[in-house]
């Protein structure tokens, strides 16, 4: 009818702590509203105004337990799941004594990033393992809270052979379809060729 508004929307994403029925208070929002009744401030040309609340209804949620069927040892409940993982060279052509960044990232929709779990380090004799401080990221898209780990590993092979990162494997629960789903990174060989400065020195 020709009024013009100022529409403000609020989003917030919950995470329950708890399984069971939790209650969230009425949001009260105060407020001004036009008013010609009330007069206004002639001198300082007021538009006449009064205040008033509102307030939202009062919600109930219930947060399910834990499902049964979890047999991971991290819970991680989320809409989606992505792993990946890139090496810094090419790691076929790796050589004793140098290190290659592999860089571990996981990325899930519908959780924090604090509730993304530690990617174990694997115990591999004959090559060290560095690993930084992870990254930690959250971002809200139109419907959900993405939130994003990497890692990033020095990987430094101390004698030449052939070694095996073992495969990384995250469960997670999927409370789209209600089942546990798995995101893998396959195992990881790779030859590694001497130090040919050392066989020359000797």
């Given at each position: 009818?020709?009024?013009q508004y100022?529409?403000?929307?609020?989003?917030y994403?919950?995470f329950a702590?708890?399984?069971?029925?939790i209650?969230?208070?009425?949001?009260t929002i105060p407020?001004?509203?036009?008013?010609?009744?009330y007069g206004?401030?002639?001198f300082?040309?007021?538009?006449?105004?009064?205040r008033?609340?509102?307030?939202a209804d009062?919600?109930?949620?219930?947060?399910?337990?834990?499902?049964?069927a979890?047999?991971?040892?991290?819970w991680?409940?989320?809409?989606?799941?992505?792993?990946?993982?890139e090496?810094?060279?090419d790691?076929?052509n790796?050589k004793?004594g140098?290190?290659?960044t592999?860089t571990?990232?996981?990325?899930a929709?519908?959780?924090?990033?604090t509730?993304?779990?530690?990617?174990?380090?694997p115990?591999?004799p004959?090559?060290?393992i560095?690993?930084?401080?992870?990254?930690?990221?959250?971002?809200?898209?139109a419907e959900n809270l993405?939130?994003?780990?990497r890692?990033?590993?020095s990987?430094i092979p101390?004698?030449?052979?052939?070694?095996?990162?073992p495969?990384?494997v995250?469960?997670?629960?999927?409370?789209a379809?209600?089942?546990e789903?798995?995101?893998i990174i396959p195992?990881q060989v790779?030859t590694?060729?001497?130090?040919?400065?050392?066989s020359?020195?000797?």
């Open positions: 009818n020709g009024e100022r529409v403000n929307t609020f989003r994403a919950l702590q708890q399984s069971g029925e209650a969230i208070d009425a949001v407020a001004s509203i036009r008013d010609e009744s206004g401030n002639l300082l040309l007021n538009t006449p105004t009064r008033i609340e509102l307030q009062a919600i109930t949620l219930t947060a399910k337990p834990r499902a049964s979890s047999t991971a040892g991290w991680l409940p989320v809409k989606a799941l992505e792993l990946k993982h090496w810094s060279a790691i076929n790796a004793q140098e290190p290659y592999l571990i990232e996981l990325l929709s519908g959780s924090t990033s509730q993304l779990p530690e990617i174990p380090v115990d591999v004959g090559v060290k560095y690993v930084d401080t992870p990254e930690l990221g959250s971002r809200a898209d993405v939130s994003r780990r890692e990033k590993w990987v101390n004698k030449a052979g052939e070694f095996t990162l495969e990384i995250v469960k997670w629960w999927d409370t379809k209600e089942i789903q798995r995101a195992a790779f590694v060729a001497p130090d040919v400065t050392q020359v020195a000797a």
